[in-house]
Each structure stands twice: as structure tokens, then as C-alpha cells.
């Protein structure tokens, strides 16, 4: 019998999950998702791969339950980071520097595009889960509209953009550059999205 991790039989099995999500992480950061197998994931995380198979019946599957994870958690912290901000223009900056911040593993990981080897139902559920933090910032636009922050604009594709834009950054590791690039991104999306006054960095 597989020795249990953690207080608790519940302990265990989150201990355990958060140690696959770690190594699929690790793994994808170094090949593509298509080349890594369940037991380099098993080998990664220190489990055996009958333990990867007590809660994931398939590649596909953890890397769902990665990225749902990941998606919940990052939707705490913006949720958190929101509060108390009440002018529409300072929540759409906070929502780009805490986008700019995010690491995704999902999309920087070499090899082809996740959307090109996945099944059509995964992609669809990865999609599901990408509206939670898409209904955020469609929260931010529609509050600054209403308040004649941002002009009328169709709501659906600017999202769309302006979440293109933030996620497919590269953001450079060197403190300067880093902040350079994340304020480029912030002056260019307050300008696209209508903003007429462009705060000044404080």
C-alpha cells in the first residue's frame, strides 16, 4: 500500500495533485506538451504511475486539471488585487500588471500550439475555463462604458484583443526592461480600449 502524504487520505490526494500540476509545469517548460508522457510526469512529481492514474485517466486530463487550478487560483488574486479599486480606468490597469505578471506556463511552452494537439473537447473545456477570467475584465469595460470612462465599443472582441495582447507577451526577466515592456503594454491597451487621459506613471 502507497504511503499517505499529508495528515489525511484528503491531504494526501491535494498533496499529491499539487505535486503532478509542479511537474507537468516543470516539464512543460522545458519540451512540448506533446512529447512529455504520464511517466515523465510520475518520474517529475515522485510518485508512482499508478498514483497518476487515481486521479487523472489521461494526459489530457491533468493538464485540464492544471490549468483549472491555475485559473481559479490566478481569479482569487485578481479578485483580490480588484478590491476596493472603484475608478474603471485603475481596475483595467491593475487587471494588465496582474496579466503581465501571470506565468503561463500553457502558452510559452516550446513545441506546437496546445490547440494544435489537443482533442476538440479538452480545447473546448480550456476554453470554458478561460471565460472566468475573460467575465473579469468584460466587468471592467462595461463598468468604465457605463461611467464614460471608455467609449461604446463591442465588448466580445475587445476582450478578446486586448487578452491577446496581454498573454502572448513575453516578459522580460531583467527588472528594467521588465517594467519598460509591462507599461508599454498598459499605455497601448488604455489607448485601444478609448481611454482620453492616459494616467501618469507614479
Known amino acids: 500500500m502507497p504511503k499517505i502524504i499529508g495528515k489525511s487520505l484528503h491531504e494526501h490526494r491535494q498533496m499529491t495533485r499539487h505535486k503532478l500540476f509542479t511537474a ?9 506538451f506533446d512529447t512529455i508522457t504520464l511517466a515523465d510526469i510520475a518520474a517529475a512529481a515522485g510518485v508512482g504511475r499508478t498514483a497518476v492514474y487515481n486521479h487523472f485517466h489521461d494526459k489530457e486530463a491533468l493538464l485540464l486539471g492544471f490549468i483549472t487550478h491555475e485559473t481559479e487560483q490566478y481569479a482569487h488574486t485578481l479578485e483580490r488585487a480588484l478590491d476596493g479599486v472603484e475608478d474603471p480606468v485603475e481596475q483595467l490597469r491593475t487587471y494588465i500588471w496582474q496579466q503581465a505578471q501571470l506565468t503561463r506556463v500553457f502558452h510559452l511552452a516550446p513545441g506546437p ?66 517594467e519598460r515592456t509591462i507599461r508599454a503594454a498598459e499605455s497601448f491597451v488604455l489607448r485601444a480600449v478609448g481611454v482620453r487621459q492616459i494616467p501618469v506613471p507614479a
Not at 24 to 32: A, D, I, K, Q, V
Open 113 to 178: 500550439d496546445l490547440r494544435t494537439v489537443l482533442s476538440r473537447a479538452t480545447q473546448q473545456r480550456l476554453r470554458e475555463h478561460a471565460e472566468i477570467v475573460e467575465s473579469i475584465l468584460r466587468r471592467i469595460l462595461v463598468a468604465g462604458i457605463a461611467a464614460g470612462e471608455f467609449p461604446p465599443q463591442d465588448i466580445d472582441p475587445t476582450v478578446h484583443l486586448v487578452n491577446a495582447c496581454l498573454s502572448g507577451r513575453l516578459i522580460p526577466d531583467e527588472p528594467g526592461a521588465r
Open 24 to 32: 507537468l509545469s516543470t516539464l512543460m517548460t522545458e519540451r512540448g
